[in-house]
């Protein structure tokens, strides 16, 4: 054997052991997946892709359940009951956001899907809903038309305290900094305070600002690559972290994924790989996930059963962060919360507070503005440098003409002010306790009535489930709007709640559901007949999509 067989022999075990460690990371990178499509992004786009596109024609509308002809003409004359009725209450609304619409990106997509988009087409000819609002007070908002609504919209999560407190914060950090004005790239001195008070509620060092959520996750991403030297960010099946391409794999990016691993939340297999992997810069945890781990947020656009599933468990979820932040500082991996949403809602210090873990990187944002846009990374020294001193070429640039605009940071100094205030930290005693009360309280109107509705909450965050299998669910929200409820475009898929709320404010809204929730028993949406499992509707659904594939092949006018 001479030395060049000997040579190629180690060679071709070298490589056979490299593909042998390959393909044994590989399958450990898929045990760590969710078997649901939010774990695989491909495939799910792939199937988002050819999904057919079909409505219910009228018939359908109203007995896709297979109903009886009299529960059926009750919910027939009920549509044209909730028609007349939305026309007169709420005309001036209704005609300035059917204007708005047509030029208004935004809004044609929030309308069209509000519900399961088989029933949309003819449920938006027959039923609007108008999105003009003029005023708010105390746990109120009020449309064009004079309506006042207890609001549970939170304003997608910025409005923690209420809205007069946002009206005030923005009222005084605009005199804060009147005299200096929208001048930029310059600094106002709030800065500072600002500054302090954030390294003390985050227990960071450092701090940088943008202009919304989504780019201080873009940010906390692309430090932690930059000081790791390695590509791929983890992230868990469900979790948003915002619009850009590298959280957002699947199914709304035309993108392909690229750089992430989308692993499976609360479980020992993704541990696993975090263990073996060299290749992982951070992962990034959304707490709000604890509500519903490795599932999308819920959405009645998506409810077209009553399948519809969440759990709250603080006591394994706090153990599994706790897990996290042991594998992330053994292996080095960046650990970054996105507490976007949730940051001061579940505690003055956030999530790193009320979960007790420690992050590398923190991003915030909504509420933190004070009621402005805006977007904070807080983050170790180490971590949050953008240079190197011996490579002054090798940056990590992120810029925006608008961060730490003056205005937005006299807004952010007036709710860190108003946050260390003693009746503001008052509101914190016992949160927990407080809201989950407030749902026990509210299951059991709901069942007391007989209504097939039930909350489950992470404090003051409120997602509904249904205990009765129904295509109709999704009609709730209307009856919701009708007695007195305004809800985002998701409808009963996330109630966010101001810690404003009294006891006797809470118990009008749920006074509210059981007015809405009886009327839409009436009304037939709900009713005793019913007898379709979750499962047999899903496969009706399915066999439906496929008729609605193959209608796409055949020829014209067959």
């Known amino acids: ?183 930029l790239g310059a600094y106002h001195p709030c800065m500072l305070d600002n500054v302090r008070r954030l390294r003390v509620i985050s227990g960071q060092e450092q701090v940088s600002f943008h202009m919304s959520g989504t780019e201080a996750v873009m940010q906390a991403v692309r430090l932690a690559r930059y000081h790791t030297g390695r590509r791929y960010l983890v992230r868990f099946s469900g979790a948003y972290h915002g619009w850009w391409e590298d959280v957002q794999p699947g199914p709304g990016n035309p993108m392909p994924a690229r750089e992430t691993y989308t692993l499976r939340d609360m479980h020992e297999n993704t541990l696993r790989v975090l263990r073996t992997r060299r290749d992982i810069a951070c992962v990034l945890v959304n707490p709000l996930q604890a509500m519903h781990p490795n599932a999308n947020a819920p959405g009645d656009s998506s409810l077209v059963d009553s399948s519809r599933g969440a759990h709250y468990d603080r006591a394994a979820y706090t153990e599994w962060l706790h897990e996290l932040r042991d594998v992330c500082t053994a292996r080095d991996i960046v650990l970054i919360f996105d507490e976007v949403f949730v940051g001061f809602r579940l505690a003055p210090g956030g999530a790193q507070e009320y979960f007790g873990v420690r992050a590398d990187m923190v991003t915030y944002g909504k509420t933190l503005g004070g009621g402005l846009p805006v977007g904070v990374v807080c983050g170790r020294r180490d971590l949050m440098k953008r240079y190197r001193e011996d490579r002054p070429a090798d940056l990590c640039f992120a810029r925006g003409t608008f961060n730490s605009h003056p205005y937005v940071m006299g807004a952010m100094n007036a709710f860190l002010h108003r946050l260390d205030k003693p009746a503001t930290r008052a509101l914190y005693e016992g949160l927990d306790e407080r809201w989950n009360h407030h749902a026990q309280r509210f299951n059991e109107r709901m069942q007391a009535s007989g209504l097939p509705v039930r909350a489950v909450n992470l404090s003051s965050i409120w997602t509904l489930t249904y205990t009765t299998p129904s295509r109709y669910n999704w009609m709730l929200q209307y009856y919701l709007r009708l007695h007195g409820l305004a809800l985002s475009w998701i409808g009963t898929g996330r109630l966010i709640f101001s810690l404003n709320y009294t006891d006797a404010d809470v118990d009008a809204v749920t006074d509210a559901f059981v007015a809405a929730g009886l009327a839409m028993q009436r009304d037939g949406w709900w009713h005793e007949g019913a007898t379709q499992t979750n499962k047999e509707i899903r496969r009706t659904i399915a066999h439906e999509m496929l008729r609605a594939w193959f209608r796409r092949f055949r020829p014209a006018g067959a």
């Open 1 to 183: 054997m001479n030395g060049t067989t000997v040579v190629t022999g180690a060679a071709a075990l070298a490589l056979i052991g490299w593909a042998g460690l390959k393909a044994w990371q590989r399958l450990l990178l898929s045990r760590a997946k969710h078997p649901s499509l939010t774990g695989h992004a491909r495939w799910s786009k792939r199937v988002a892709r050819q999904l057919p596109g079909y409505a219910y024609d009228e018939s359908m509308f109203f007995n896709s359940d297979g109903a009886g002809d009299a529960v059926v003409q009750r919910r027939r004359d009920a549509l044209s009951r909730l028609s007349d009725e939305f026309a007169r209450r709420f005309a001036q609304s209704l005609a300035a956001t059917s204007e708005l619409q047509d030029s208004l990106a935004d809004l044609q997509f929030i309308s069209a899907y509000r519900v399961p988009y088989q029933y949309s087409p003819y449920l938006r000819q027959h039923l609007r809903t108008g999105s003009c609002v003029v005023a708010t007070d105390g746990v109120t908002v009020t449309d064009l038309d004079g309506n006042r609504f207890l609001d549970l919209t939170g304003s997608y999560g910025v409005n923690l305290l209420g809205n007069d407190v946002y009206k005030q914060t923005i009222a005084d950090g605009s005199a804060l900094v009147a005299s200096l004005g929208p001048v």
